[in-house]
């Protein structure tokens, strides 16, 4: 995964971890002595640098681990799925999930202990509302959740509920969690805390300023998270996380190891809310055996209270010294969110896009924003900017909210340069336009407000999951010309802008060769059966090479790690995966079938040149 695309046949590594060279085995080879370790591939297995999955949320996905009956997300696809015996009946549609849920009475466990669930995903679950627990309820799960989570939810009339959205951007409580939240229980005429509109969330209300039960965005949820018993995982998460990693739990533990199974060694967790969290992922490296890196990302507004200054690894190995590269490699980064979630209805789009009525997201419009303009966004970043030590992740789905990100970089770029690199996490919904500019942007030719703009390096993830397991349902959602420019692999090559493939785990799991076979075949399925798939915007699909350095070496660039890690080259740090199979024999040019690169096995990975665990 170097510039040249350099196939090698052997690589030599030092005891600190560091590689000393890279070559045929002869040149490796020459002049070592009888003491040196080799390690010999088995026949057609491959050596590549270790996955790096650019944006997911480490905390979220071991939290989901715990979850067991209130894991309400749809099943995958069934190339993707871990278990094909799993039953997927109970979670086919909105109704019968939230039925399946397994909760204790109150008299059990107490009547203010939170009933929580996660991943419900009202975008690709049917909805029947003439039958069973919802039967003569509203037209829409959408337009009341409150009303569905008592009717079906058992137990819901004594206990409050929580239910997350599988996006994250959306969740769905009833009357009982209002109760929680509310001064002195009192729901009629409360208000929400001025923590939710600042974050740009909302407690949605109907036509007689009744709450629905829907709640929009992250800040939205925060006084229920408050609420809750302070013993539960996700509480912890947020009270007492450095207490979570403490705690572990089987459950947890194996949550880690699918990450490392799937050829991780690199993670970014792209939105730490608090110091409590960021010493939390670090006391997680620490744990002897822990088999990946992590690099940390940082909400604006934490950073701002807490005036935190960026952190890098504790120590690099250099020629001279004996450090070996630490699994904690800092929090270098700053996250905000510009939007919400395309399939949870609040992206902000821009012409020519907009939700079409009719489908899941009805009368959603453009969709909406987490900033009232562009500038807000210039305001609340240009303290952080301007100290000019701070990579930026500007989450930004919709058309709309690239455009506004893109906006707010120009600006804070004219007012001050800043050296480091801009990351647009998802950049979904893609125009050419959008992609010309970011292009313009990274070669210095950028404009804004009739001024010139100074080279800026953004650079672009997606999150590919969003074709395979959403793609259908955003035709229904956006229309055909729309859900076929998302994740617009095609513009990104022609504008030379580095792109990479993520997870944004819980949202999509972290299997790092699913996104490669993802982003080359353009596969999607339609939910809830799966009985039609087809390609959705073949004219961006990418190259498996493209897909593979998507996967390695951009994600490293992205955070300004590649002198360290993301290629096998000499000084680099010997972070590696074994597979099965090489990926690239399965490119379609060279007639090979990419539908199968998800079933090429992870053998081992290592971490400074030492394996991390037992071969699979």
């Known amino acids: 995964m170097d510039d040249k695309g350099t196939i090698a046949e052997a690589v030599l590594v030092d005891d600190r971890g560091q590689i000393l060279k890279v070559g045929t085995a002869h040149e490796v080879q020459k002049g070592l002595d009888t003491s040196v370790q080799t390690v010999q591939l088995a026949p057609g297995q491959v050596l590549m640098p270790g996955f790096f999955d650019p944006h997911m949320h480490f905390l979220p996905t071991l939290l989901q681990s715990v979850l067991g009956t209130?894991?309400?997300?749809?099943?995958?696809?069934?190339?993707?799925?871990?278990?094909?015996?799993?039953?997927?009946?109970?979670?086919?549609?909105?109704?019968?999930?939230?039925?399946?849920?397994?909760?204790?009475?109150?008299?059990?466990?107490?009547?203010?202990?939170?009933?929580?669930?996660?991943?419900?995903?009202p975008s690709r679950q049917t909805f029947d509302n003439t039958t069973g627990c919802g039967k003569g309820g509203p037209?829409?799960?959408m337009t009341n959740p409150k009303f569905y989570l008592e009717a079906c939810v058992p137990k819901a009339k004594e206990r409050p509920v929580l239910i997350v959205d599988q996006s994250g951007h959306l969740a769905y409580v009833n009357q009982k969690a209002f109760e929680a939240v509310c001064p002195n229980g009192v729901v009629k005429g409360c208000k929400p805390p001025e923590s939710v509109g600042k974050g740009g969330g909302e407690w949605v209300t109907d036509a007689d300023g009744n709450f629905t039960g829907l709640l929009r965005e992250s800040s939205a949820f925060g006084p229920f998270m408050k609420a809750m018993q302070q013993n539960l995982p996700m509480t912890l998460m947020h009270s007492d996380p450095v207490k979570l990693a403490e705690q572990g739990g089987a459950e947890i533990d194996r949550a880690i190891m699918a990450l490392r199974n799937a050829g991780v060694t690199t993670i970014a967790d792209g939105g730490l809310q608090s110091v409590g969290q960021i010493n939390a992922v670090k006391r997680f490296t620490e744990l002897p055996g822990f088999p990946f890196r992590i690099t940390g990302v940082v909400v604006a507004d934490a950073a701002m209270e807490a005036g935190l200054k960026p952190t890098a690894p504790a120590c690099e190995p250099k020629a001279g010294n004996d450090c070996a590269l630490p699994k904690w490699l800092g929090a270098g980064g700053i996250k905000i969110w510009v939007d919400g979630s395309t399939q949870g209805c609040?992206?902000?789009?821009?012409?020519?896009?907009?939700?079409?009525?009719?489908?899941?997201?009805?009368?959603?419009?453009?969709?909406?924003?987490?900033?009232?303009s562009a500038q807000a966004i210039v305001d609340q970043l240009s303290p952080l900017w301007n100290q000019g030590t701070w990579r930026f992740n500007l989450h930004a789905n919709g058309n709309g909210a690239n455009t506004w990100a893109l906006d707010a970089l120009s600006r804070l770029q004219q007012a001050k340069e800043n050296p480091r690199r801009v990351l647009l996490i998802h950049n979904t919904v893609g125009r050419p336009a959008l992609s010309k500019r970011i292009g313009d942007l990274r070669k210095g030719a950028g404009v804004m407000d009739g001024n010139p703009v100074s080279a800026l390096d953004v650079q672009v993830t997606h999150l590919i999951g969003h074709v395979a397991y959403w793609g259908d349902a955003f035709v229904g959602m956006l229309g055909q010309e729309a859900a076929?420019?998302?994740?617009?692999?095609?513009?990104?090559?022609?504008?030379?802008?580095?792109?990479?493939?993520?997870?944004?785990?819980?949202?999509?799991?972290?299997?790092?060769?699913?996104?490669?076979?993802?982003?080359?075949?353009?596969?999607?399925?339609?939910?809830?059966?799966?009985?039609?798939?087809?390609?959705?915007?073949?004219?961006?699909?990418?190259?498996?090479?493209?897909?593979?350095?998507?996967?390695?070496?951009?994600?490293?660039?992205?955070?300004?790690?590649?002198?360290?890690?993301?290629?096998?080259?000499?000084?680099?740090?010997?972070?590696?995966?074994?597979?099965?199979?090489?990926?690239?024999?399965?490119?379609?040019?060279?007639?090979?079938?990419?539908?199968?690169?998800?079933?090429i096995q992870v053998i081992q990975t290592y971490l400074n040149g030492r394996p991390t665990g037992s071969q699979h």
């Open 484 to 599: 076929s420019e998302i994740d617009p692999i095609a513009y990104d090559r022609e504008n030379e802008v580095p792109f990479s493939l993520h997870s944004d785990s819980m949202v999509t799991p972290t299997r790092p060769l699913w996104f490669v076979e993802q982003a080359v075949t353009r596969r999607t399925w339609s939910y809830p059966d799966f009985t039609n798939t087809y390609v959705l915007g073949a004219q961006h699909a990418a190259t498996v090479e493209e897909a593979l350095r998507a996967i390695t070496i951009v994600p490293a660039r992205h955070h300004e790690l590649d002198k360290l890690i993301g290629s096998i080259e000499p000084d680099k740090v010997a972070d590696f995966v074994v597979l099965s199979a090489n990926p690239l024999d399965f490119d379609p040019a060279k007639k090979g079938d990419p539908t199968k690169i998800s079933q």
């Open 346 to 372: 609040t992206a902000k789009l821009d012409s020519p896009y907009q939700y079409l009525e009719g489908g899941h997201c009805s009368d959603a419009g453009e969709g909406r924003a987490d900033y009232d």
């Open 70 to 121: 209130h894991d309400l997300a749809p099943c995958l696809p069934p190339p993707y799925r871990v278990d094909p015996s799993a039953d997927c009946r109970p979670r086919r549609d909105i109704l019968s999930a939230l039925s399946s849920m397994k909760v204790e009475d109150a008299s059990a466990i107490g009547s203010d202990v939170f009933v929580l669930g996660m991943n419900l995903d």
């Open 139 to 141: 037209a829409s799960f």
